[in-house]
C-alpha cells in the first residue's frame, strides 16, 4: 500500500498496542505475535509494537500496517521511544509501515533537539510515514507544522508539564484533532467503549487502546482491587 492508503485505511479504526514490558509474564515475541493475531481477528486495522524483534514475529501472522516504535533508554536522557536515527534505523529494517517517536519537547540523547532528529529522518528516509507521541498541545502542533504525518496523544501524563492531565485528556485530544491539521490517533488511558467513544467524539482520525486489551496482569489487577474488603 502506499502511505496515503495506509493512513485512509486507519481513518476511524481501533489500532490494539501489543506491548509488554520486561518484567511482565507476557514479555515475548512469540506472545505478541499472538496477541496481535488476536487483535486482527477481533477487527483490529491496525497494531502498535514494540522492539524489531515483536514485529518481525507479529508480521509473520498478522497482515495489518504497524507502528513501530524501539524503546531505550541513555543515561542522562528522559526521552525513551524511538529516540536516536539507530532506532529508527532498525524499525525501517524490520518493515514497521509507521514508525512512532517521542516528539515532546524534551532533548534527546547528545542534547539533541527534535528539529534536528526529525530532519535527519527526513534526508535519510523522505518518504518514512512518521507519527509524533506528544504529551502536550503545543507539541502536537508543532509536530504537526515540522511535518510529522500523524500525531499522537500518546505521552499525555507522562512528562512533567503532562503530569496533571487527565487520562483520555478529551480536551486536549480535541484541541489538536480540531487545529493540527494532520491526523490524530488518541492514545492512552482508554479503557471502556464509553471512553473510546468520547474520544471518537472528538474528531480523531483512529485510537489505540492497549492495556485494557493485551496486558492481562494489569486488567486483573484493576478487577482484584475491588474486592478487599467487601
Not at 20 to 42: H, K, Q, T, V
Not at 118 to 146: F, H, Q, V, W
Not at 191 to 208: F, N, P, Q, T, Y
Amino acid at each position: 500500500m502506499t502511505n496515503k492508503e495506509i493512513i485512509t485505511n486507519l481513518k476511524d479504526s481501533l489500532i490494539v498496542s501489543c506491548q509488554a514490558y520486561p518484567d511482565e509474564p507476557l514479555n515475548s515475541s512469540f506472545i505478541m505475535a499472538r496477541m496481535a493475531y488476536a487483535a486482527m481477528l477481533g477487527g483490529a486495522k491496525g497494531i502498535r509494537a514494540n522492539t524489531s524483534q515483536d514485529i518481525e514475529e507479529i508480521k509473520k501472522l498478522v497482515a495489518l500496517p504497524i507502528i513501530g516504535s524501539v524503546k531505550h533508554e541513555y543515561e542522562g536522557c528522559l526521552v525513551s521511544i524511538t529516540p536516536t536515527l539507530d532506532e529508527v534505523d532498525e524499525l525501517v529494517d524490520s518493515g514497521t509501515e509507521i514508525i512512532a517517536a517521542d516528539a515532546t519537547e524534551r532533548l534527546r540523547p547528545n542534547g539533541e533537539t527534535l528539529e534536528t532528529f526529525y530532519r535527519k529522518i527526513r534526508e535519510k528516509y523522505p518518504n518514512l510515514l512518521l507519527m509524533a507521541d506528544c504529551a502536550t498541545y503545543s507539541e502536537g502542533m508543532k509536530a504537526a507544522s515540522l511535518g510529522f504525518d500523524l500525531v499522537s496523544t500518546a505521552l499525555c501524563g507522562y512528562t512533567e508539564e503532562s503530569k496533571d492531565s487527565l487520562r483520555p485528556d478529551y480536551h486536549f485530544i480535541k484541541e489538536l484533532a480540531d487545529n493540527c491539521g494532520k491526523p490524530v490517533i488518541a492514545e492512552g488511558g482508554i479503557w471502556s467503549r464509553d471512553e473510546l467513544l468520547l474520544a471518537k467524539k472528538c474528531g480523531i482520525h483512529a485510537a489505540v487502546v492497549g492495556s485494557a486489551i493485551t496486558r492481562p496482569m494489569l486488567v486483573t489487577q484493576r478487577f482484584a482491587a475491588i474486592m478487599p474488603g467487601l
